[in-house]
């Protein structure tokens, strides 16, 4: 029976006793999900407790100041919150929960279990931005990756610590795609952050990866769309304050964003309110560079041995490639990979576009024989789309060109290649070995 409150004694004991007299604030003002609140100097990033009935609080998070008043941003609903309520800080500014405790578990932005496995107990804590290092500590980028998914082992690999981008409009198969890749990975621990996705995708994933031997080595971090845009954002940087935890650890992390897009919007929101002008359609600077601090954070660590191979989601707005935070993640990461809309109505998933997806460390992790093939398949793709008009109406004439010619004879066996089933896993030595078949000349 005692073993039941052993880990809460724990807590307890691990607690330091504050004498100093507690302060409060009271809420002067409430906008939408905006609070200003007079009286209370805490700093950005504090969290604090609302009083709004008896006993109850609803939490909120300091973004700013103004006029000598503290805002802060709800991370609930603004329901039953009345005027002159007291605002209490609580916990330390700055610093999010880690540690083993969140292996095998599912929790929100703010670390708060949601699987129903009762509470997580843990007693390490890490800074929400990151410990910032010398850009000489970030090894390079040196061991292939295995993803599990064939198209991308052989023709987009990538590598141990690389920063990916998965980029299409909506519809078109990125959480697919991640859930073959978070199946079929090799990682020590793989950290998830399910931000500003529907809830029923929330359970779907939970149920799909968090059972089996997978459980005891992945974390998921979700909030669902309809929650606050600073839990979103405090969601993402918990899911990498976690990943970098366990990278300090020399653990092989692979940490899943999905989406940056929504990390953009969420942090697009907090900027408006806060009075920062749109710049690039309707996106505020601060907005763009959250997503650029986010995924510098992953990588290779020199010192410690470990690494975080980060993949994110980036969803193209009307499925334009020069979208702002499209654009800004290809500028910023180590590489990207593009699901075409016209792929999947023909029934091709994954639908990668290969000519269009790029591994930019894949030349310096690769033999130089896999480099020949993958050109080599990337020449015939691009040689049969650039004259697929052409090809259906009949109007090529057969001997015209032989690559062409080629490339229309394994027209069906290229599209099969990028082709794999959701279920099946391919590994990266497999992968390329296929490769090698496919294209082998014919006897």
């Known amino acids: 029976m005692l073993r039941l409150y052993e880990p809460v004694l724990a807590d307890l004991a ?40 008896r006993n109850l609080t609803l939490c909120a998070e300091v973004i700013g100041f103004r ?3 503290t805002l802060m941003m709800l991370l609930g609903d603004t329901v039953m919150l009345r005027p002159g309520a007291k605002v209490r800080p609580e916990g330390r500014p700055g610093m999010l929960p880690v540690g083993p405790a969140f292996l095998g578990r599912a929790v929100d932005g ?30 390079p980028v040196r061991t292939p990756f295995d993803t599990g998914v064939r198209a991308l082992n052989a023709l987009t690999t990538f590598g141990v610590g690389q920063r990916i981008g998965v980029m299409a409009g909506s519809g078109v198969g990125k959480s697919v795609l991640i859930d073959m890749i978070a199946r079929g990975a090799s990682a020590d621990i793989v950290v998830v952050g399910l931000i500003g996705e529907r809830a029923r995708e929330v359970s779907d994933f939970v149920e799909r990866h968090m059972a089996g031997d997978k459980r005891e080595r992945s974390v998921v971090v979700a ?12 969601g993402a940087m918990l899911a990498t304050s976690i990943a970098e935890h366990f990278r300090q650890g020399g653990s092989r992390v692979l940490l899943i964003m999905d989406s940056l897009t929504r990390v953009a919007h969420a942090a697009r929101e907090i900027a408006l309110l806060l009075g920062e002008p749109g710049a690039a359609r309707g996106y505020p600077p601060s907005a763009l560079a959250t997503i650029t601090k986010l995924v510098e954070r992953a990588g290779n660590s020199a010192q410690s041995g470990g690494s975080i191979t980060g993949l994110y989601t980036v969803l193209a707005d009307g499925d334009s490639q020069d979208d702002p935070v499209v654009d800004t993640a290809r500028s910023i990461l180590d590489g990207h990979v593009v699901l075409s809309r016209e792929l999947a109505q023909r029934g091709q998933y994954p639908a990668i576009d290969v000519a269009a997806s790029l ?3 894949m030349n310096d992790i690769v ?17 049969y789309e650039s004259n697929r008009d ?7 004439r057969a001997g015209a060109d032989p690559e062409l010619d080629r490339a229309i004879s394994l027209n069906s066996a290229l599209a099969g290649f990028v082709s794999q089933d959701s279920d099946r896993c391919i590994s990266l030595p497999d992968s390329v070995a296929d490769l090698d078949r496919l294209l082998a000349p014919q006897a």
């Open 367 to 383: 033999t130089p024989e896999h480099k020949a093939l993958a050109r080599e398949f990337r020449a015939l793709s691009a040689a």
């Open 110 to 139: 703010e670390g708060l279990p949601i699987d129903g496995l009762g509470p997580v107990h843990a007693r390490q804590e890490w800074p929400s931005g990151g410990i910032r290092s010398g850009a000489l500590d970030r090894s």
């Open 390 to 396: 052409l090809v259906l109406m009949g109007a090529y």
């Open 14 to 53: 691990a607690e330091t006793v504050s004498l100093e007299p507690r302060r409060y604030g009271l809420v002067e003002a409430c906008d939408g999900g905006l609070l200003e609140v007079s009286g209370l100097a805490i700093p950005v990033g504090a969290l604090a407790r609302v009083e709004h009935g």
């Open 67 to 69: 006029n000598g008043r």
């Open 359 to 361: 591994s930019r460390v």
């Open 223 to 234: 909030v669902p769309a309809d929650h606050a845009p600073n839990l979103r954002l405090r």
